[in-house]
């Protein structure tokens, strides 16, 4: 496709239950971030790919939190044993350029909820 | 600890009029501004953005300035149209690894 595509688009998981989040980004963007957006508030970040090296995990909020990207280009953020603060909604975001200054394209979002 | 702040959690601006949006931050090292756009149940769309090497950049009615010593970010949109009516953050990065995001200022365009 032409932009960077999420799915699901909306999930709802029971608390404690595990989650997989799927990002696939414009083909042949290196850089790859992943960003929590709580509601009323700015995204967040969580986590930066360059292709398939995770350069900066820094904004995963526990170790309940994993993200890999083994290609270099689909990326999977999985959340284990899932609690309410952990609804919001999940932006992915790629890039073209490795250290240059320019824009990231957003996907439109997994909006979790746990219940 | 926000490093990247809009104050103005909304505006409203007639049609036609000027829309200023306002961003401060607080780390003098970051290198790189953008302003975005979102729309309900979208992500966020890109706008503009602006290197900390210079203090204006435009691109049709929308201009961004930055005042480094103020470490201040302005969005001006002129002429403001009701399409323009969404969610506008600022954004600023450090070595392009990760963007620091402000809370957003929800823009309202009267017809």
């Known amino acids: 496709g032409a932009g960077v595509s999420q799915s699901p688009r909306y999930k709802v998981a029971k608390r404690g239950q595990d989650v997989a989040l799927r990002c696939d980004p414009i083909?042949?963007?290196?850089?790859l971030f992943w960003y929590q957006q709580a509601l009323g508030q700015g995204p967040e970040f969580l986590t930066y790919?360059?292709?398939?090296?995770?350069?900066?995990k820094s904004g995963l909020p526990s170790d309940r939190f994993f993200a890999e990207r083994p290609e270099g280009s689909v990326s999977t953020l999985k959340i284990q044993r899932t609690q309410q603060e952990d609804s919001a909604v999940y932006l992915c975001?790629?890039?073209?350029?490795?250290?240059?200054?320019?824009?990231?394209?957003f996907g439109q979002g997994t909006r979790l909820t746990v219940v | 600890d926000q490093q990247v702040k809009q104050n103005s959690p909304s505006l409203s601006v007639q049609e036609g009029r000027i829309s200023i949006l306002n961003c401060d931050y607080t780390?003098?090292?970051?290198?790189?501004f953008l302003w975005y756009k979102k729309y309900p149940a979208e992500g966020p769309t890109f706008l503009i953005s602006?290197?900390?090497?210079?203090d204006k950049n435009e691109d049709g009615r929308f201009t961004v300035f930055l005042n480094k010593s103020a470490k201040h970010l302005s969005l001006h949109i002129v002429p403001s149209q009701p399409g323009d009516s969404a969610v506008y953050f600022c954004?600023?990065?450090?070595?392009?690894?990760?963007?620091?995001f402000g809370s957003g200022t929800k823009l309202n365009v009267k017809p």
């Open positions: 975001a790629s890039s073209l350029a490795r250290q240059a200054n320019t824009e990231a394209f």
């Open positions: 083909s042949g963007h290196v850089s």
């Open positions: 790919f360059q292709n398939e090296a995770q350069l900066d």
């Open positions: 780390n003098s090292m970051f290198d790189y």
């Open positions: 602006i290197s900390s090497i210079k």
């Open positions: 954004a600023a990065s450090l070595n392009f690894n990760k963007f620091y």
